[in-house]
């Protein structure tokens, strides 16, 4: 198991920008979270140190600092937070799901931080695509694009988004019942940097939304 960030690791990540997740400490400290896999050293000038998704979620809970190996990864769990307290984006048909003004801090922290990662791994600072991250993270990463544009996950039962992985390479199913709010999570995915095409389940008929993450 991944061990804890120390208690001056953590004093570093909370005094990170809030926005920017910009850090600031020793050579030895920043290179210490970069291979935790906390932060990440920017190629170019100044080269500056910035938290990772893995990084923001630890700031996020303080109470239960344990970060998974890489980015906003963890697989949904029923409380939309996972197991080790950091967050995990909803992707529909949790049992139990946190709601209010702490869970939606959360999510536009993650979505910056995601935001602040595509910018800074791309030579051109464009965040209208996707990264690296979000194309071996496809579940996760098109569930935080619809969570934080206000697209409602389904529980475990009624409506709401639910998104899937699928067998085809690079790219995940969304299901929403509702005809007009599943065209609004397709604009929003497009919005975010995905292309998406809207297809029919042939057993089921019902209609659902395949995305990929866009390349250009």
């Known amino acids: 198991m991944t061990r804890p960030p120390t208690a001056a690791q953590l004093r570093l990540i909370e005094a990170a920008d809030p926005v920017t997740g910009r850090l600031r400490g020793t050579e030895t400290q920043l290179a210490a979270l970069v291979k935790r896999g906390l ?13 990772t998704p893995a ?9 239960d600092p344990v970060p998974p190996p890489a980015a906003p990864d963890a697989v949904a769990e029923p409380s939309g937070t996972a197991a080790s307290g ?41 965040t209208d695509r996707p990264c690296a991250w979000e194309r071996t ?14 697209h409602r996950p389904a529980a475990a039962e009624g409506g709401g988004y639910r998104v899937r992985a699928t067998p085809q390479p690079e790219a995940v199913a969304v299901h929403e019942p509702d005809p007009a709010a599943l065209r609004a999570c397709a604009a929003t995915l497009d919005g975010a940097g995905w292309q998406t095409g809207e297809h ?12 990929s993450p866009r390349r250009a």
């Open 39 to 51: 932060a990440f050293r920017h190629p170019r000038p100044p080269r500056d140190h910035f938290l």
């Open 86 to 126: 950091v967050f995990s984006a909803r992707i529909g048909g949790e049992e139990r799901a946190v709601s209010g003004p702490a869970r939606l801090r959360e999510v536009h922290s993650a979505w910056q931080g995601l935001l602040e990662l595509r910018r800074m791994t791309r030579t051109d600072g464009a």
């Open 200 to 211: 029919t389940e042939p057993r089921t008929g019902a209609r659902y939304v395949l995305a």
């Open 55 to 63: 990084g923001h979620r630890v700031r996020e809970a303080p109470q």
């Open 137 to 150: 993270h496809l579940v996760q990463a098109a569930a935080l694009a619809l969570e934080a544009a206000g």
